[in-house]
C-alpha cells in the first residue's frame, strides 16, 4: 500500500469515529458550620464516580471541631473496617514564624474521593457529620448519591444542586460537513491511488 493510501485511509477512520463526552473530574464543596453541613445532602444526578467531596470546616467557634464518617459498607454503622473517618478538622492551624503547622496533624479541609478504591460504589452513601465542643460530640446524619462516570454520546452531565434542561443541538450543519467530507475523501481517494510518487 503506498502513502497516499494509508494517508486516505487514516482520513477516513477519523471521521468515522464517533465523539464521546469526557467527564472532567469535580470537587464538590461540603462547608462543615455551627449548624450541620452545607448542603445538607447531594441528590442523585451530580456527582458520578472519580468526583471528590471537598469537606471545609467553617465553624470559627473556640475549642470545636469538626469531622465526617462514612458508612462504606451500607449497614447504617459508622465503625466497621472498611469505614471511613476523615480527621477532625480544625477551623484554623496556627503556624509557626516559618509558616509551618504547630501541630502537624491539625487540618482545616479533606477531600475524599468518590471510587470504587475507597470501597464506594455508585449508590447512596450515609454519612454522619461529627462536632466536638469541648469533649461534647453532637451527631447529624446526611445522604450523599453518586452514580457511575460513563462516558456515552449524547450525555447531559449536570451541573452542581441546578437542574438544566439541555435542548439538543441542530446537528444538520455538523452532518452536512461529515457527508461532505466524506464524499470530498471518495472523489480525491482515487486520483491520489492512481497518482505515481
Known sequence: MNTNAGLAMVLVSLLLV???????????????????????GVSPGILVSS???????????????????????????????????TPWLSSTCELNETSQKVDPSCEVTYLLLLDPSNGLLPSNISMM?????????????????????????????????VEEVQKPSDQ????????????????????LLSSKP
Open 18 to 40: 464517533s465523539p464521546v463526552s469526557a467527564h472532567e473530574p469535580k470537587e464538590y464543596t461540603i462547608l462543615l458550620k455551627e449548624d450541620g453541613v452545607t448542603p445538607d
Open 129 to 161: 457529620h461529627q462536632i466536638d465542643l469541648n469533649g461534647t460530640t453532637e451527631e447529624r446524619s446526611f445522604v450523599v448519591s453518586f452514580s457511575e462516570d460513563s462516558h456515552s454520546s449524547g450525555q447531559v452531565l449536570p451541573i452542581g444542586g
Open 51 to 85: 468526583d471528590s467531596l471537598f469537606f471545609y470546616n467553617v465553624d470559627g467557634r473556640e475549642n470545636v471541631t469538626h469531622r465526617i464518617l462514612v458508612d462504606v459498607e451500607g449497614d447504617d454503622l459508622f465503625d466497621g473496617v472498611d469505614d471511613i473517618a
Open 172 to 191: 444538520t450543519p455538523l452532518r452536512f460537513a461529515l457527508v461532505a467530507s466524506i464524499a470530498g475523501i471518495f472523489v480525491l481517494l482515487p486520483i
